[in-house]
């Protein structure tokens, strides 16, 4: 199984700053069809998990512009421009490239 | 509005078994590859099953192989996850996803004596 790897896992962060997220993966992510098929989700305490992005870069619709993916391969971001209040909560990397879809093990945002 | 609804959870001995059901509305399931993610109380997230748009190949986690069976009633738009011989370790908050993209709100499932 493809192995994804957060850090850091704990993310203090003052209203206002930049916060970046990465993920790697223990293979590449590269689908034959030639896609990459990662995405970046946000789950606040008590919701459902809502995807941020999509094929690595794409941000699904409604997602504020201060949230961007970034990467390629094995190595993936997820950079926050100015952190806002309502960012607090968990964020979770996914590859669907291959099966089984596997997750990393979340990166918790805090606001200091 | 793309809305996913799940319902069948509930409390299960070890060994016994459940039938989860998603209801989908604002899009046809069958046109969309449909998954089952759940998250243990507490922690993180895994991908159990999915099942490809349009026909019925399916796809398992190593875990739960022999034992959940994933299906699709495209008459009435609705996703299951049939789930026999249930442990311990399948409690948790069980997810219908649309594409990697919309989730519904999630159904609990315990397994406990």
């Known amino acids: ?112 | 509005e793309v809305q996913l609804v799940e319902s069948g959870g509930g409390l299960v001995q070890p060994g016994g078994s459940l039938r989860l059901s998603c209801a989908g509305s604002g899009f046809t399931l069958s046109s969309f590859y449909m998954g089952w993610v759940r998250q243990p109380p507490g922690k993180g997230l895994e991908w159990v099953a999915h099942i490809k748009e349009y026909g019925s190949e399916t796809f398992y986690v190593d875990h739960v192989k022999g034992r959940f069976t994933i299906s699709r009633d495209d008459a009435k738009n609705l996703l299951y996850l049939q789930m026999n011989s249930l442990r311990a370790e399948d409690t948790a908050l069980y997810y219908c996803v649309r594409h990697a993209q919309d989730w519904g709100q999630g159904t609990l499932v315990t397994v406990s004596s």
């Open chain 1, 1 to 112: 199984d493809v192995v994804m790897t957060q850090s850091p896992l704990s993310l203090p962060v003052t209203l206002g700053q930049p916060a970046s997220i990465s993920c790697r993966s223990s293979q590449s992510l590269v689908h034959i069809d030639g896609n990459t098929y990662f995405s970046w989700f946000q789950q606040r305490p008590g919701q459902s998990p809502r995807r941020l992005t999509y094929k690595v870069s794409n941000r699904d619709s409604g997602v504020p512009d201060r949230f961007s993916g970034s990467g390629s391969g094995t190595d993936f971001t997820l950079k926050i421009s100015r952190v806002e209040a309502d960012d607090a909560a968990i964020y979770y990397c996914m590859q669907h490239t291959h099966w089984p879809h596997t997750f990393g093990q979340g990166t918790k945002v805090e606001i200091k």
